[in-house]
């Protein structure tokens, strides 16, 4: 064999320094990205969910070396959809996209997306089995998958601690407790209950305790059912007499809950990174399962999916199977949601000693998983967006223009209707 006469001197001087020197031959090079197959992804995340998500996927791209995942950031959730909107009319979508799953029904009517069958039937049913129910369930279309879950978060309520001691309370277990809290509190100008700008979420959580699903996969519309108004005006009762709060213009309550304005805030556990980034050193605050209503107990998911957009080769689709089957791995969700606040796609990440003991070192994180046996997603369906906006304008209404709960909803249900009957 011919040896090269400068890997001779090389290798000489390396000998010489005590160095140990590794000749690779072609066959173990080090690992080529242009060789792999490149699946383009784009995500709805910005700031830290970003950076956390971009260390998932070096993770992913490490771990084999068919498939090259090239994430970018398209902006918030809003500015993702807008984008795939105008990528679909010009065809350059991505390979893989990330959206809210009350998207599906549309983005699959209007042929944007690919169904996920094919990876769904190559996975174990043991695999399968491990995801929770509530996040299936949104990613379904009838009997078909469209979606995978992603960063998946429940409705939690965060506890300033330092409140409940000065003033010997305790964490309500049920939203009648809530409010009798609020009667005590709110004489020193501070409220029990404060919420996001809309209190959509947690009204329909209440609706669902109580057995009511505004707007059902068949399109039967119960919005403006009568128990679904009785628990928007307790929401819009205690807002009245000063026992609870919207956050407005600020979109968010978190930085009036760090700087003590309520003694509890309930919004989505995906918060918990801000608040623990707001929160100041000396606040001692915690979190709780959102309380009972009704006699039962309900909080909605919220978060996005992965979906597979169309256009895709065979190349690209296997390895985007390749990849949502990665971060589904107990493994993966775990890191996922120690790093985001975000809750465990699967049940084995939970009950993992990996998990269960970063819950002992951030037990504000508990209360998220602990609600999820009861958690729920709701129906999406073919003109969501339309409904959702409708929606917004709806609460918005009652709370900005005093609009009864039951004017604001009857109003809702006919917009409602439309869209289903049109659909």
């Known amino acids: 064999m011919k040896i090269h006469k400068g890997l001779v001197l090389l290798a000489t001087l390396a000998a010489a320094a005590g160095i140990t020197l590794t000749v690779l031959h072609p066959a173990q090079a080090t ?43 398209q902006g918030d959730y809003t500015q993702m959809n807008q984008k795939v909107m105008a990528a679909a009319k010009s065809h350059s979508l991505p390979v893989l996209g990330m959206t809210t799953y009350t998207n599906l029904p549309d983005y699959q009517h209007h042929g944007f997306i690919d169904n996920l069958n094919p990876m769904y039937k190559g996975m174990s049913v043991k695999a399968k ?4 129910p509530a996040f299936l369930a949104g990613s379904k279309i009838g009997k078909n998958y469209y979606s995978t879950p992603f960063s998946k978060s429940t409705r939690i309520m965060y506890v300033n601690k330092d409140i409940l001691n000065k003033y010997h309370l305790s964490v309500p ?37 109580a057995g009511i699903t505004p707007v059902s996969t068949k399109g039967k519309v119960q919005v403006d059912n009568k128990k679904a108004i009785t628990a928007a005006n307790l929401v819009l009762n205690m807002v009245k007499d000063g026992t609870a709060k919207s956050a407005g213009s600020d979109n968010y309550w978190t930085k009036n809950f760090v700087n003590g304005k309520s003694a509890f805030y309930i919004g989505s556990s995906a918060g918990l990174t801000q608040t623990k980034l707001q929160a100041p050193k000396s606040l001692d605050w915690t979190t709780a399962p959102v309380p009972s209503y009704d006699g039962k107990s309900g909080t909605e998911v919220a978060g996005n999916d992965l979906v597979l957009f169309k256009g895709a080769n065979s190349k690209q689709k296997h390895g985007a199977y390749d990849f949502m089957k990665y971060l589904l791995k107990s493994k993966t969700a ?19 000693k990996d998990y ?39 609460f918005n209404s009652m709370l900005t223009k005093n609009t009864s709960a039951k004017d604001a909803l009857t109003k809702l249900a006919k917009q409602a209707k439309q869209i289903t009957s049109s659909n």
């Open 31 to 73: 690992d080529n990205p242009a060789n792999r197959t490149k699946i383009t992804f784009w995500s709805g995340l910005t700031g830290p969910y970003q950076k956390n998500l971009n260390t998932i996927v070096n993770d992913y791209n490490q771990s084999q070396k068919k498939y090259q995942v090239v994430a970018t950031s």
């Open 129 to 132: 089995n491990d995801i929770y």
């Open 173 to 209: 277990k049920t939203w009648n407790q809530l409010r009798k809290d609020g009667d005590k509190l709110k004489k020193d100008g501070i409220y029990a209950y404060g919420f996001d700008k809309s209190f959509d979420m947690d009204r329909e959580g209440m609706a669902h305790a």
């Open 334 to 352: 775990t890191k996922w949601a120690k790093l985001t606040g975000y809750v465990p796609l699967a049940k084995s990440a939970t009950k993992s």
């Open 356 to 394: 269960q003991d970063f819950l002992k070192q951030h037990p504000e994180n508990k209360a998220a998983v602990d609600s999820l046996p009861k958690a729920f997603s709701q129906p999406a369906f073919v003109g969501f967006g339309e409904y959702y906006n409708d929606k917004g304008d709806a």
